[in-house]
């Protein structure tokens, strides 16, 4: 499931959170353009939107901190809007950019500041894939599992898939031939990317039809 292109309706008032523009340290005391605000919702003890938050205040960002721990309506509305109810779910501006992958993605490439500065991003879905492809590493490979791509692994003469099912219940992930919970899916990558160093196993996304 992707989430870029989703998230057109606004983010429901959230009342007492923060609503700091998001600046990067980087450019304090420069005249700014017109920031998008950074809006994060997710859950108080969840791991990954721990990891979510931290990575945003590494590089710099305020955002609006939304907890949804008990939050039945904001939850759903989120589920309406980007079509499914994994989270964290980060918005920019009005639009929903994703979770902790995507969002790793955007920072490590620059994107995520030209989006905060309020740049247009020129590159369509297609060509987000094909960047992804062209980097085998843990944050690439999560993503492109978690859009529904399929990682063909040969090892000698025999070939697997690995594939993610963000929205089967329950949520699940193939590999080696037998499902996996997705929780698994971080570990799985971690195996897959030591077996291909290794070189005991190679690997090539397979084409879509």
């Given at each position: 499931m992707r989430f870029f292109g989703f998230g057109k309706k606004r983010p429901p008032p959230v009342s007492g959170a923060?609503?700091?523009?998001?600046l990067p340290a980087s450019d304090a005391g420069h005249t700014a353009p017109v920031l998008q605000e950074i809006v994060v919702y997710g859950t108080t003890d969840g791991t990954r939107c721990r990891q979510l938050r931290a990575l945003l205040e590494k590089q710099g960002y305020t955002y609006k901190d939304v907890r949804v721990d008990a939050d039945l309506g904001t939850r759903?509305?989120?589920?309406?809007?980007?079509?499914?109810?994994?989270?964290?779910?980060?918005?920019?501006g009005t639009q929903c950019?994703?979770?902790?992958?995507?969002?790793?993605v955007l920072a490590f490439d620059g994107r995520l500041q030209r989006l905060v500065h309020g740049e247009t991003l020129q590159d369509g879905p297609e060509d987000d894939v094909a960047a992804?492809?062209?980097?085998?590493n843990a944050v690439s490979m999560i993503t492109l599992l978690r859009q529904g791509e399929i990682l063909t692994i040969r090892e000698g003469g025999?070939?697997?898939?690995?594939?993610?099912e963000p929205m089967a219940n329950p949520p699940t992930v193939y590999y080696e031939g037998s499902p996996r919970p997705l929780t698994e899916l971080e570990r799985i990558v971690e195996d897959i990317l030591t077996r291909l160093?290794?070189?005991?196993?190679?690997?090539?996304w397979k084409e879509k039809d």
């Open positions: 923060s609503t700091s523009p998001a759903a509305w989120l589920q309406r809007t980007t079509g499914d109810d994994a989270l964290p779910k980060v918005f920019i950019y994703g979770g902790l992958e995507d969002i790793q992804l492809k062209k980097d085998l025999m070939e697997t898939d690995a594939w993610a160093k290794d070189g005991e196993i190679e690997v090539h």
